[in-house]
């Protein structure tokens, strides 16, 4: 065995050290963030076949402006349906008269009106209507706020008697709401449909809606004009709450204010405000009664709709930028709002 020197072994351990240093060092690898995956073909179709097998006519789905679906089906031959209809637009959507969803669209109209100086929710309706508008007790009347129509909870039954003292109790009633369309208009000094185009529509580029007289069937809804629109204006009308109360080109429509107040949890029923029904409470009161829980548990806690017979449904989700818009005659699943939110929930992820 070869003895090296003390300066031999010095020079070996100099060599061998530059030798590990001259080495790149092997750092753990980067753990990359996935990119967010892309519908995939399975959950759209699987979206759009539930959606067309539940009577459907038109469906669209507007994310961050960005149109995600649009699909228009023949109209299904049904006598009942064929009252709701009208002619197809340009486009070939379908016109339709979107029943209760109406009520969302008033509601903007109040809150137009709240801006222009011409409404105080706080006042009573008899204040712009005159005495008599109902068949309560004229000391009763007096007590019904223009608050009460837009809540839901003015203590008339759907007769417009007296039964029970306004703000108290929550009663999904049409024939009331009706009332509202004329304060807006008393309030205005103008018929309905100019403040509906001059306030809202015009402005908002909606040249499919409009207000039109319904057959003589409807006599006992208690509300004789329909609101008819097609799918693309309903999401117009969704993208101005996205917006911030701005219709597309940046011309304001309501302040913020005043749409955020349509947003207000009535006191009697948290799933409801002003003429908007609203997701995320701990109980919901529909018309058939009071159930424990949300609107819609799969849907975000921050989505509201405009609902309407036939379940004509626009939901505007703020926080995902959405806007989805269904229109047709009724659905046959019970179901339908919670499992379409989790079919949808697998195409926007």
Known sequence: MVRLSARSRFIRRL?????????????PAAIAMP?????????????????????TTGFLVIQDRKILVEKNWPAPDDPQFRLFTYERNKDGAL???????????VSMLVAIAIDKGLIDVQQPVSFYLGAGWSKA??????RIRVINLLNMN???GTDYRYQAPPGTVFLYNTQVYAIIKRVVA??????????????????AGMADTAWRKRPASFVDVGNPTGLVTSPRDVARFGQILLDGGRAADG????SESSMKAMFERSPTNPSYGRLWWLNGSAYTVRPTGR???????????????ALGALDRRLFVVPGRKLIVVRMGNAVDDKDFDQQLWLRLDKVIG
Do not use: C
Request: charged share 15%; proline share 9%.
């Open 15 to 27: 060599t061998m050290l530059a030798a590990l240093m001259a080495v790149p060092v092997t750092r």
């Open 35 to 55: 990119a967010a995956p892309s519908p995939s073909a399975g959950a759209l179709d699987q979206l759009l076949d539930y959606v067309q097998h539940q009577n």
């Open 95 to 105: 016109l339709e008269d979107v029943a209760s969803q109406q009520k969302s669209f």
């Open 137 to 142: 007790a004229p000391e009763q009347e007096a």
């Open 154 to 156: 003015s203590g008339l």
């Open 186 to 203: 008393a309030a205005a000094r103008q018929p309905l449909e100019t403040i509906t185009h001059d306030w809202l529509t015009g402005p």
């Open 251 to 254: 011309q304001r429509i309501v």
């Open 291 to 305: 159930h424990d829980g949300p609107l819609i548990a799969a849907a975000p806690a921050d989505l509201v709709g």
